[in-house]
């Protein structure tokens, strides 16, 4: 069952091209954590990073294009974005290229959110939330703010500018990000009564 009511059923297909391009940037997680952690190589994890991050709209936007909409994407698509998101921020903290503050600020609200859907596929194994515009929205802002943030605060060219940049999608990010908690905690709570 959907959150919203507006997610059509998937195939039950697993190698379809998004699905693929989905593991590829799982695979890619250790690759940019351990070129970030590396002093000599992190210009080019926090560009690998971006890059992975940035790509994640397409996976989802070649499925409903090509009708390869699969039960296994609707899952492994968010869940390659929060293992990215998660795995990256811990990388550029340890690394010291972004605040501590903001990185738990945003890992908080992700666990928050585990949490909740953990608990709706332990009450209904066929419920499921649809993702809302205002958490895709908030997704991109945080993750062009954490790369954009991290190459400032680590003085690469063009460092001040990147930090304006960077905070200026921060801010109203990480406010977007949890109002859309609230809201798939509210369908949550819909799912569950109707259920």
Same mark, same amino acid.
């Given at each position: ?13 697993? /190698?379809?091209? &998004? ?100 608990? /709706? /596929? ?24 954490? &790369? ?8 690469? &060219? ?38």
């Amino acid at each position: 069952m959907s959150g919203t009511g507006e997610s059509a059923p998937g195939s039950s297909a697993i /190698l379809t091209v &998004p699905n693929v391009l989905s593991f590829i940037r799982i695979a890619l997680i250790p690759v940019f954590c351990w070129l970030i952690v590396d002093e000599d190589t992190t210009m080019a994890g926090i560009l690998l990073f971006g890059a992975v991050v940035a790509t994640d709209w397409v996976d989802g936007t070649i499925a409903r294009r090509t009708g390869q909409v699969t039960e296994l994407g609707k899952v492994l698509d968010p869940v390659a974005d929060r293992l990215s998101i998660a795995a990256g921020l811990v990388a550029l903290m340890a690394r010291g290229a972004f605040p501590v503050w903001a990185g738990v600020a945003i890992l908080a609200r992700d666990v928050v959110v585990v949490i909740a859907g953990a608990i /709706l /596929l332990v009450g209904r194994r066929h419920a499921r939330l649809d993702v809302r515009f205002i958490g895709k929205v908030a997704t991109m802002s945080l993750m062009t703010a954490v &790369p954009v943030i991290s190459w400032g605060n680590l003085g690469f &060219p063009l460092a001040d500018a990147a930090l304006v940049v960077g905070w200026i999608s921060f801010a109203p990010g990480i406010v977007e990000y949890y109002v859309a908690a609230a809201v798939y905690l509210g369908d949550l709570g819909r799912t569950r009564t109707v259920a």
